[in-house]
């Protein structure tokens, strides 16, 4: 399925060089090709540019956070059975990672929900600020450190090898993603160049 998208995206990369090139040929008004000087210049003076942008961050603290939530068992411990006992150890490691979950949210709400709250705008909203901006990446960590917590207590994290273990694994798993991302962030960028959007 990924493959195919993939293949999609290039295919309609493709189809529209060679419309752009078409239509800027019959001198269609706001029409741009992409075989053009200006296209090809644009196209790779920009590209770092264009891939760079906060969904690919985003796309990456996700997968992060995701094979946190894999490695560390914390995904397992809620898919359980309701007739299957837990591990004493299992049980503690939950406690702490909710303490840990609920200190983390306290540190977050006195940073947006006090008055002059740093994370808040110039005007004291939440919506456009900082911590908007920022909420994704947020939630992420947040993830991250209760995943990470449950791991290591539960004893399915061993050490600083497991953490980063732990931390790359959705990133290897995501891995086509990534790809896709990057496709999918050329076309969108290359219509936007095409039809002067």
Not at 59 to 82: M, T, Y
Not at 101 to 130: K, R
Not at 149 to 170: K, N, P, Q
């Amino acid at each position: 399925m990924k493959s195919r998208i993939a293949f999609s995206l290039v295919v309609a990369e493709l189809l529209l060089v060679i419309l752009s090139w078409l239509l800027s040929a019959t001198r269609m008004e706001g029409v741009r090709s992409l075989l053009s000087s200006e296209g090809v210049r644009w196209f790779f003076g920009n590209f770092t540019e264009m891939v760079a942008s906060p969904l690919l961050i985003w796309l990456l603290l996700g997968l992060c956070a995701w094979g946190c939530l894999q490695s560390s068992g914390l995904l397992s411990f809620f898919n359980f059975p309701s007739s299957v006992s837990y591990r004493y150890r299992d049980k503690v490691a939950m406690r702490v990672s909710l303490v840990f979950l609920m200190i983390y949210l306290v540190v977050i709400a006195l940073l947006t929900l006090t008055p002059h709250a740093i994370l808040l705008s110039a005007t004291g909203s939440l919506f456009p600020s900082a911590f908007s901006r920022s909420l994704i990446p947020i939630v992420c960590f947040g993830i991250c450190l209760v995943s990470l917590v449950f791991g290591l207590i539960s004893g399915r994290l061993h050490g600083l090898a497991d953490i980063l273990e732990a931390l790359s694994t959705g990133l290897a798993q995501g891995a086509s993603l990534i790809v896709i991302y990057l496709f999918a962030i050329q076309l969108y960028e290359s219509l936007r160049f095409v039809f002067n959007l």
